[in-house]
């Protein structure tokens, strides 16, 4: 009863630290604000939630702030309602965002494919004008005095039956020999393709929700996704996955509450904590 009353708006900010040898000197204590899963059909007349949720963001005060996907739940009018309160969403260097899997609208029936794909340009240009920058398989150079960082974007890259269509090639070229975070919403992307192929130091993920229920720091979502909260090292590079602001499918929350993450990047080597 708690979960459906009140669980779904228990927001909660979580710290994390994350350390490389590879961030440049500039970067030491650089601070990214993530959401993910916002689910904005499921907020439907209750803007004042999300509106403290923003709230709760920008005391953050953090240097970027990103977005990893899933800003609706199919059809791009769910985000009309809440675009004035998105767009309070601010930070020094400015807001990105990519899509999820929802986002391309595969989830409800189009009178055809021409439809669905002008719902998705449809909830693109909302995302821009609410004033997030959305990266589709592309990135963009944060540049501190003489030393910068990539943030790449991909679109959904996710396994059967979530649609594939990241591009990292694409999106990582002309980023050679820099610091990487790479936004990509589904966390299985890491080490399928991340990991294996690039130099990517963080990857910053959403999708698993942690299925809406952690008991006791227990959820059924562990069987499903290897990753499926919090912080994962493989050497000296990370995934970090975000278990949304949203809910969808069940109206509740219980023990993973929404998530509000502030990433804290430090110059050295593993020893991350959250």
């Known amino acids: 009863l708690f979960g459906a009353i009140?669980?779904?708006?228990?927001?909660?900010?979580?710290?994390?630290?994350?350390?490389?040898p590879d961030l440049p000197d500039a970067f030491d204590g650089y601070r990214i604000l993530q959401l993910s899963d916002i689910h904005s059909g499921s907020w439907k007349g209750n803007g004042k939630a999300l509106q403290e949720a923003i709230n709760l963001c920008n005391r953050q005060n953090a240097d970027l702030a990103v977005f990893t996907g899933d800003l609706v739940n199919s059809r791009a009018?769910?985000?009309?309602?809440?675009?004035?309160v998105f767009s309070q969403l601010k930070a020094r260097d400015g807001v990105y965002s990519v899509l999820g899997n929802h986002d391309y609208g595969s989830y409800v029936k189009w009178e055809n494919e021409q439809a669905r794909l002008a719902n998705v340009d449809s909830l693109i240009a909302r995302e821009n004008r609410m004033g997030w920058c959305m990266l589709q398989n592309d990135h963009r150079i944060i540049y501190k005095g003489t030393d910068s960082i990539a943030i790449v974007g991909v679109e959904n890259s996710g396994k059967p039956p979530f649609p594939d269509r990241g591009d990292l090639p694409k999106a990582l070229q002309g980023t050679d020999g820099m610091f990487k975070v790479l936004l990509s919403h589904d966390p299985t992307h890491w080490r399928r393709k991340v990991l294996p192929d690039t130099?990517?130091?963080?990857t910053l993920s959403g999708h698993t929700h942690d299925m809406q229920i952690s008991l006791f720091g227990f959820s059924v979502s562990k069987f499903i996704y290897p990753e499926h909260r919090g912080l994962y090292l493989e050497g000296n590079r990370g995934l970090y996955v975000n278990i949304g602001l949203g809910y969808v499918l069940f109206p509740?929350?219980?023990?993973?509450?929404?998530?509000?993450?502030v990433l804290t990047l430090k110059k050295g080597n593993n020893k991350s904590i959250q």
């Open 77 to 84: 009018d769910e985000v009309l309602e809440f675009m004035p």
């Open 252 to 261: 509740m929350r219980l023990g993973a509450w929404p998530e509000i993450t």
């Open 6 to 20: 009140k669980g779904k708006e228990n927001f909660q900010v979580k710290e994390v630290t994350f350390y490389s």
């Open 199 to 202: 130099s990517v130091q963080l």
